[in-house]
């Protein structure tokens, strides 16, 4: 067992060398007992409040503009000398700890950005994501708990300060410059998420990442259903629309409650994604329209036809029953939420 005991005379010593706000702090407050101690001794001798707090800064600060009542009494000069000595000492020692507190925050940051800097460089094979808003910092959890390096790209001083307080590495600086977008290692990145909230700034950003890195998988955001066009002209391999599947999902829930447990966004379920994207793999929930080609079709012929792109786990019926592990002779009805397994990359037929 640890006993600490009462400092000593050297620790105390360390306490305030290693703590430049907290040198600054106890210089305020020696300074205000200084100042208020000295004003208060003044007025007992017969001074108005003004006169003797005018009388105690000038003092302190060595400004020396001659004095307001003559002191001539043995009390006036003792009160004098002590706040000189006092309160000069305190000046310094003041004046001193504001450049301290200044100075290594400054060398904070510009050691912090060079090691940023440094740790990006030696980046490759990573993910840089664009815009720190809603969708931005839930990918870079994502990312970080499926162990992907990235780096995020933000303009906003206030979401740059979010993102470095998670620990991502975060470069702050405007994405739809060329400049920037090198300086995180775009020729040796593997995708880029363009996430920021304004379509015109996701469809330049995707035209300038493009241009650095033909082989760079961009993924675009698009708000508005008729910018996911102009994103994939562009250059976007693909394109999310957050209302689309804001949408999707709600309908998922209405219609197919039981399978939403499949989906939902729960610790294990989120984890159990991670593994099956490590895989290549993907967990959905689509339902079948009565057009698609999965209608009326077992779950073997489906399966068949996909080529191995899906496999089906579970079949919730429009009447509310569900299916956990089906036989691969049960039909596929339309109206059904059919939760698949899928393989990344792949395109099997038409469900919705």
């Not at 995707?206 to 996911?228: F, P």
């Not at 610790?267 to 698609?292: H, N, W, Y």
């Given at each position: 067992?640890?006993?600490?005991?009462?400092?000593?005379?050297?620790?105390?010593?360390?306490?305030?060398?290693?703590?430049?706000?907290?040198?600054?702090?106890?210089?305020?407050?020696?300074?205000?007992?200084?100042?208020?101690?000295?004003t208060i001794a003044y007025m007992l001798d017969g001074w108005s409040w003004g006169d003797a707090f005018y009388f105690v800064i000038i003092t302190v600060f060595t400004v020396g503009y001659?004095?307001?009542?003559?002191?001539a009494t043995p009390d006036l000069r003792a009160i004098t000398i002590t706040t000189i000595i006092l309160g000069c000492t305190g000046i310094i020692f003041l004046t001193g700890a504001l450049v301290q507190f200044i100075t290594i925050a400054q060398i904070q940051i510009l050691l912090g950005t060079k090691r940023m800097k440094?740790?990006?460089?030696?980046?490759?094979?990573?993910?840089?994501?664009?815009?720190?808003?809603?969708?931005?910092?839930?990918?870079?959890?994502?990312?970080?708990?499926?162990?992907?390096?990235?780096?995020?790209?933000?303009?906003n001083e206030q979401r740059y300060n979010e993102s470095m307080t998670h620990g991502n590495p975060t470069v702050r600086g405007d994405a739809t410059d060329e400049s920037v977008l090198e300086a995180v290692g775009i020729a040796r990145a593997r995708t880029l998420a363009s996430v920021v909230p304004n379509d015109a700034a996701n469809v330049f950003i995707t035209l300038s990442a493009r241009n650095l890195n033909k082989n760079l998988e961009?993924?675009?955001?698009?708000?508005?259903?008729?910018?996911?066009?102009?994103?994939?002209?562009?250059?976007?391999?693909?394109?999310?629309?957050?209302?689309?599947?804001?949408a999707e999902r709600i309908g998922q829930l209405i219609m197919y409650p039981q399978s939403s447990s499949f989906s939902d966004n729960s610790e294990r379920m989120r984890t159990l994604g991670v593994g099956l994207r490590t895989l290549g793999l993907e967990l959905e929930v689509l339902a079948v329209a009565p057009d698609s080609p999965l209608a009326g079709a077992s779950i073997e012929a489906a399966e068949h036809q996909a080529s191995g792109s899906l496999f089906?786990?579970?079949?919730?019926?429009?009447?509310?029953?569900?299916?956990?592990?089906?036989?691969?002779?049960?039909?596929?009805?339309?109206?059904?939420?059919?939760?698949?397994?899928?393989?990344?990359?792949?395109?099997?037929?038409?469900?919705?």
């Amino acid at each position: 067992m640890n006993i600490v005991g009462p400092r000593t005379p050297r620790s105390w010593l360390d306490w305030f060398a290693n703590s430049p706000a907290r040198n600054l702090i106890f210089g305020l407050a020696y300074m205000l007992v200084i100042v208020t101690g000295a004003t208060i001794a003044y007025m007992l001798d017969g001074w108005s409040w003004g006169d003797a707090f005018y009388f105690v800064i000038i003092t302190v600060f060595t400004v020396g503009y001659g004095e307001i009542h003559p002191i001539a009494t043995p009390d006036l000069r003792a009160i004098t000398i002590t706040t000189i000595i006092l309160g000069c000492t305190g000046i310094i020692f003041l004046t001193g700890a504001l450049v301290q507190f200044i100075t290594i925050a400054q060398i904070q940051i510009l050691l912090g950005t060079k090691r940023m800097k440094t740790q990006i460089d030696k980046m490759s094979g990573h993910v840089i994501i664009c815009g720190y808003g809603r969708i931005g910092q839930m990918l870079s959890e994502e990312l970080r708990a499926g162990g992907m390096e990235f780096v995020v790209l933000e303009l906003n001083e206030q979401r740059y300060n979010e993102s470095m307080t998670h620990g991502n590495p975060t470069v702050r600086g405007d994405a739809t410059d060329e400049s920037v977008l090198e300086a995180v290692g775009i020729a040796r990145a593997r995708t880029l998420a363009s996430v920021v909230p304004n379509d015109a700034a996701n469809v330049f950003i995707t035209l300038s990442a493009r241009n650095l890195n033909k082989n760079l998988e961009i993924i675009a955001r698009g708000e508005v259903g008729t910018t996911k066009s102009k994103l994939l002209q562009a250059g976007a391999n693909s394109v999310v629309e957050p209302a689309h599947i804001g949408a999707e999902r709600i309908g998922q829930l209405i219609m197919y409650p039981q399978s939403s447990s499949f989906s939902d966004n729960s610790e294990r379920m989120r984890t159990l994604g991670v593994g099956l994207r490590t895989l290549g793999l993907e967990l959905e929930v689509l339902a079948v329209a009565p057009d698609s080609p999965l209608a009326g079709a077992s779950i073997e012929a489906a399966e068949h036809q996909a080529s191995g792109s899906l496999f089906v786990i579970a079949i919730n019926r429009k009447n509310g029953e569900t299916l956990s592990r089906p036989d691969p002779a049960t039909v596929i009805e339309a109206g059904d939420g059919v939760v698949l397994i899928t393989r990344s990359g792949r395109s099997g037929p038409k469900i919705s």
